[in-house]
Structure formats: C-alpha cells, structure tokens
Nanobody, 127 residues
Framework: QVQLVESGGGLVQAGGSLRLSCAAS????????MAWFRQPPGKEREFVAA????????NYADSVKGRCTISRDNTKNTLYLQMNSLKPEDTAVYYC????????????????????WGQGTQVTVSS
C-alpha cells in the first residue's frame, strides 16, 4: 500500500508556472506507474498526465500537452508536474495517483486503473 501527499498548489496569474510534487510512502515507489488527475469546479475528475514505473514513457492529455511535464525521482519517492503557461481553465484540484503494475511500460489514462490517491492540492489560475 502507498500513501500519497501532494504539495505545490496555489494561486498564480495566467501565463505563470507551478510545480506540483507528490511524496509517496511506498517502500518500492518504482513498482508503481504514476499519474496526475485534476477536478475542475463542478466537473468530473480528468486525466492530466501519466508516467511509467521508471519514467521512460509518458502520456499527456491534449489540453496540457506542450505546457506540462510529468517526471519522477524514484530515489526520492517523488512525482512531479511542471506546469507552464497556465490558463484559467487549468484551475482545479490536482491529485496524484498510483497504479501498482508489473508492466514497465504501462501509462494508463483511465481513472479506475489507479488504486491509490492523494488528498489533492488546489491550483487557481487568475485571468
């Protein structure tokens, strides 16, 4: 089992940048594919980005492609999301999630494939 704690959210002006972090308690962080999801106000949770167990494969939602970069440091048990050129429509609660998988390549976008979730961090982008 793994516990996830997000940090790095906040209020930023449009065009600005934020880096989100997700600290994992797992002994074997490298056994988990990881992802970021977000839930805008009044909307359903949606996929943002995913990364494979060793970081060699990534997948992004079209809405953030080119503006966001997901990365991980398995020596620090930490997942990151660098977000640039932020837009008001990026306003949401951002969640990190872990998918315990034996596959080194898996980078699923499906919410139900992730067994473990953090509590979320709020990102607000003002216009």
């Amino acid at each position: 089992q793994v516990q996830l704690v997000e940090s790095g959210g906040g209020l930023v002006q449009a065009g600005g940048s934020l880096r989100l972090s997700c600290a994992a308690s797992a002994r074997s962080f490298g056994n988990y594919a990881m992802a970021w999801f977000r839930q805008p106000p009044g909307k359903e949770r949606e996929f943002v980005a995913a990364i494979s167990r060793r970081g060699g494969d990534t997948n992004y939602a079209d809405s953030v492609k080119g503006r966001c970069t997901i990365s991980r440091d398995n020596t620090k048990n930490t997942l990151y999301l660098q977000m640039n050129s932020l837009k008001p429509e990026d306003t949401a609660v951002y969640y990190c999630a872990a998918d315990q998988t034996s596959s080194l390549l898996r980078v699923t976008t499906r919410l139900n494939d992730y067994e473990y979730w953090g509590q979320g961090t709020q990102v607000t982008v003002s216009s």
